[in-house]
């Protein structure tokens, strides 16, 4: 029981409103949504500073469902099949972080695509965004690669990210996103 209660005290330390570590389906996608609209409700939160939490969780939480590769991870543990989700408010912001296994094969191309919404400004950003939208190439799993994009242009704050090998197969992904009001 001890144990329980220090993995408390972390959450409570960290200001954790909502911690999930499991598998990402539509039905969670809604029930994540429907619990943080409570919880911001409680704390009487700015409906402007709502709304741009909201925006920016959902593309995560699509994120995490889209590219969760079924086919890739078919004959994986199912640790390797599940993510990671923590919402935290931290003084007058908000951190969400999403944890997910990846291919290890496919780190390069996302740190790419990462290290180049990062280095672009506000007005960049809602360019490469209509460039992106406007060419219309959708991947296998159709989307348009707009996310990490939106995330970016919506909290108008750098990607934290990581890449963890676990093996010469694959890597851990981690995304910190912070929202300011």
Same mark, same amino acid.
């Given at each position: 029981?001890?144990? @329980?209660?220090?993995?408390?005290?972390?959450? =409570? =330390?960290?200001? @954790? %409103?909502?911690?999930?570590?499991?598998?990402?389906?539509? =039905?969670? %996608?809604?029930?994540?949504?429907? &619990?943080? =609209?409570?919880?911001?409700?409680h704390i009487d939160e700015n409906p402007k500073v709502k709304k741009k939490v909201f925006n920016i969780l959902v593309e995560c939480l699509q994120n995490l469902y889209h590219h969760i590769d079924q086919?890739?991870? @078919?004959?994986?543990?199912?640790?390797?099949?599940?993510?990671?989700?923590?919402?935290?408010? &931290?003084?007058?912001?908000?951190? &969400?972080?999403?944890?997910?296994?990846?291919?290890?094969?496919? @780190?390069?191309v996302l740190k790419e695509k990462l290290d180049l919404v990062n280095g672009m400004d506000k007005e960049e950003l809602k360019a490469y965004y209509k460039q992106v939208l406007s060419e219309g190439n959708m991947s296998s799993k159709g989307t348009a690669g707009l996310g990490m994009i939106d995330i970016a242009r919506k909290s108008g704050e750098k990607l934290e990210y990581e890449f963890l090998p676990i093996n010469d197969r694959t890597s851990f992904f981690s995304l910190t996103v912070k929202i300011a009001e």
């Open positions: 029981m001890n144990q @329980v209660y220090e993995i408390y005290k972390k959450l =409570e =330390e960290r200001n @954790v %409103l909502l911690s999930f570590k499991g598998m990402i389906t539509s =039905e969670l %996608l809604t029930t994540i949504l429907q &619990i943080m =609209e409570s919880k911001m409700d086919d890739d991870f @078919v004959h994986v543990p199912a640790e390797e099949r599940s993510a990671l989700l923590m919402i935290a408010k &931290i003084g007058d912001s908000y951190q &969400i972080t999403t944890g997910n296994y990846m291919k290890a094969s496919d @780190v390069p």
